[in-house]
């Protein structure tokens, strides 16, 4: 009897074991698919257009809150689906230029990744017509259009072939998503309020739209081998990663410039200092850090990416 349980516990170990490791593999295959760094600037991003619609502290209660988390939600899907359209249209490309995400390493299966990406997409529509905001599904569905074009290989579209389309689609995706949507979703929607087009919001629109032209850009720099055999047509294909690198510090510096310049104007002393000084400090971090970058380097480039993204 005491044999048959030691038998019998020797057997279960390897077999807890095995299953340890087929749950962590699993969750880390979903960390890779997910992209969720890029969700994380979503959330900050959004937070900070939802905050332009309060006039005054009285209104960050909880109903301010949950109405955050409940656009979030919905956003969190619908990135889910982006990021997963994507990997699905670049599967042959990601295979050259990010051979550790899931379905360029056969992880996930092109079908898995299919029934996957239907199931975010309808998730997200699903909770953004329950919450009951027109502003929150139009932004949703803007998205959805937008990001769809962007990716897949069909007539007059898969518009990541050319620079400008998909420049032009990446930079307004954006400005819907991270500040006019949570903004008017806020402002109309939670807070029952009309709608408006305040200073803040064309001055963080204008500044933002320089920022998000530049992640277009820059995440195009590491990737510029699969690419080329995709033939598509990027600005790193035609110039040269070196020369969109220092274009893309450029496009960061003047961002910065401008929110220096929108700061100055400010009528109130304090955010004056705060923004001018805040900016001051990120442009020449930007470029000190730009110094620093081996551009031969795919890893190093990637590294910066990510460090303008955060």
Not at 100 to 114: C, D, E, M, T, V
Not at 205 to 231: H, Q, R, T
Not at 236 to 247: A, D, E, I, R, T
Not at 255 to 261: F, T, V
């Amino acid at each position: 009897m005491t044999a048959n349980s030691s038998t019998q516990s020797h057997e279960a170990e390897p077999h807890s074991k095995n299953m340890f490791k087929s749950i962590v593999d699993a969750l880390d295959a979903f960390r890779k698919f997910s992209r969720l760094y890029a969700f994380v600037g979503m959330v900050v991003g959004s937070l900070s257009s939802s905050l332009l619609a309060v006039d005054n502290l009285s209104e960050l209660y909880p109903t301010f809150f949950n109405g955050f988390i409940q656009c979030m939600t919905a956003y969190f899907f619908m990135h889910m689906y982006i990021v997963g359209i994507n990997q699905l249209a670049d599967l042959e490309i990601d295979k050259i230029n990010k051979p550790y995400l899931p379905l360029a390493s056969g992880h996930y299966s092109f079908r898995n990744g299919i029934i996957i990406i239907t199931s975010f997409l309808l998730t997200s529509v699903g909770i953004g017509w329950l919450i009951g905001s027109k502003t929150l599904l139009w932004t949703l569905f803007a998205s959805f259009i937008l990001m769809t074009g962007y990716s897949v290989d069909l007539p007059f579209l898969r518009w990541k072939k050319s620079t400008i389309t998909s420049v032009m689609s990446n930079v307004i995706s954006m400005v819907i998503s991270f500040n006019l949507g949570p903004f008017f979703h806020m402002k109309t929607h939670v807070l029952k309020k009309a709608a408006v087009f305040p200073r803040s919001l064309v001055y963080a629109v204008v500044v933002m739209s320089i920022f998000y032209a530049v992640i277009a850009l820059s995440k195009d720099i590491p990737d510029i081998e699969g690419d080329k055999i995709a033939g598509l047509q990027t600005l790193v294909v035609h110039l040269g990663p070196k020369k969109v690198f220092w274009f893309c510090v450029s496009l960061l510096e003047m961002a910065c410039g401008a929110a220096i310049l929108i700061g100055a104007s400010s009528p109130v002393l304090w955010s004056k200092v705060f923004v001018v000084l805040a900016h001051v400090i990120m442009a020449i971090f930007v470029r000190y850090r730009a110094t620093l970058v081996d551009i031969s380097s795919k890893d190093s480039l990637q590294d910066f990416y990510m460090l303008i993204f955060q």
